[in-house]
């Protein structure tokens, strides 16, 4: 079955440290992939997607993600965390079959310390 | 330009009552879809349309009912709620999901 997953329902990192937040999925063949970030009391934003091409993909706020075929990841990574990144993730997957079902794995929450 | 608007924002119904949640966007997506949002599950799909006319099932259909009879109008209707129903509901479109923009969420109270 298709599904994706994300391992730390809870990360804690202290602010100027640098974050990776893991996502892997299970597909037939690999998907479109993409991050979203929600802040508290609001909706999604997108961070960045992967379709093709190179396996390192820049977003905004200053966010990357790496995707790696042998092992189905598309981990989330910075290299120094702000306060006001403190925030759930999500990573979520389309089927290139199928692209109107998007699914999310189960978010990851990032607390900030000072 | 409004992006997805979901109204209401707030609502609280008894067990059994019906609702309609709406959802209208004015990007001119193909694509739309519905999904709850709860604690240490992520966001679950509900319904999606590629299109007017069409519609499928998510991963958690039961209990709701969609229909897509426009572009900008996506509807997920509650006919009996249940508690197990109370929730933070997100609509979402796209073109061709290649990248979703979401409504600011109705959060649902069964009592």
């Known amino acids: 079955a298709q599904s994706v997953t994300q391992p730390d329902i809870h990360i804690t990192v202290s602010e100027g440290a640098s974050l990776e937040l893991r996502c892997n999925y299970s597909y037939g063949a690999t998907p479109y992939l993409f991050w979203y970030v929600q802040s508290p009391g609001q909706g999604l934003q997108l961070l960045l997607k992967?379709?093709?091409?190179?396996?390192l993909v820049q977003g905004i706020k200053g966010f990357e993600a790496e995707f790696k075929r042998s092992q189905s990841s598309f981990n989330l990574r910075k290299p120094s965390v702000h306060w006001s990144d403190a925030a759930e993730y999500f990573c979520?997957?389309?089927?290139?079959?199928?692209?109107?079902?998007?699914?999310f794995g189960q978010g990851t929450t990032l607390q900030v310390k000072p | 330009n409004a992006g997805v608007t979901q109204t209401p924002k707030f609502q609280v119904l008894k067990t059994g009552q019906s609702m309609t949640l709406q959802c209208a966007q004015d990007?001119?997506?193909?694509?739309m879809s519905w999904y709850r949002q709860d604690p240490g599950m992520g966001l679950r799909l509900i319904h999606y349309?590629?299109?007017?006319?069409?519609?499928d099932q998510g991963e958690v259909p039961n209990g709701y009912n969609v229909s897509r009879s426009t572009t900008e109008d996506f509807p997920l209707r509650l006919l009996s709620a249940a508690p197990s129903q109370t929730s933070v509901y997100f609509c979402?479109?796209?073109?061709?999901?290649?990248?979703?923009?979401f409504g600011q969420g109705t959060r649902l109270t069964v009592v």
């Open positions: 992967y379709f093709s091409g190179d396996t």
């Open positions: 979520a997957v389309v089927s290139r079959g199928n692209t109107g079902k998007l699914i």
């Open positions: 979402a479109s796209s073109s061709l999901g290649l990248r979703a923009f």
């Open positions: 990007m001119n997506h193909e694509y």
């Open positions: 349309s590629v299109g007017a006319g069409i519609t």
